[in-house]
């Protein structure tokens, strides 16, 4: 479990690209619409852009994506399926294909996290990151966060489905008052 947990933000990526294929999916359906690109973040230097891809490395952030190319190509396939059942066994057969052509370019995710990363923190607070997450708390922290992370979020769901039960009962209660049973 902990190597699944080992960074927990690869389940939101997962999800943001899921969510962020069926419209691009659906502009390339619509020729005459094209996406408007990313809003580039500031040129930061060299040195701080190292450093990002160091505590990048460190935090094994490429977990997060790796599987970005097949997933998405995966996806796509999916989609145009449905929108074209009769080549079904052609876009089975090319969605390899396209993969194998795309393949590398899930690079770009760390390349812009890193010059996100470069731009939101200075070159040297990127460097005592680095020098943060070699120490021995800096090592546990990557190594406890997503457990704790992981126990946290199964805590607020606990919280939040227990809460419902309160809310539905003080509904209830209010409109009680009121003479209507819910």
Do not use: C, H
């Amino acid at each position: 479990m902990k190597s699944v947990l080992r960074f927990l933000p690869a389940a939101t990526l997962a999800a943001g690209l899921a969510v962020l294929a069926v419209p691009a999916i659906a502009q390339q359906a619509a020729p005459a619409q094209k996406a408007a690109p990313a809003p580039a973040p500031p040129k930061a230097s060299p040195a701080a852009i190292a450093a990002a891809k160091e505590i990048l490395q460190i935090k094994n952030a490429t977990a997060m994506y790796q599987g970005a190319v097949p997933g998405m190509v995966e996806k796509t396939k999916i989609t145009l399926i449905q929108q074209n059942l009769n080549y079904q066994k052609e876009l089975s057969e090319v969605a390899p294909i396209v993969a194998q052509q795309l393949n590398g370019r899930q690079n770009e995710i760390g390349e812009g996290m890193a010059q996100i990363y470069a731009s939101e923190f200075t070159e040297q607070e990127l460097k005592d990151l680095v020098t943060f997450y070699k120490s021995p708390l800096g090592k546990k922290l990557i190594d406890a966060e997503p457990r704790a992370i992981g126990l946290s979020m199964a805590f607020m769901n606990s919280w939040a489905q227990n809460f419902s039960e309160t809310l539905m009962g003080a509904f209830r209660a209010e409109m009680r008052k009121r003479g209507k049973e819910i």
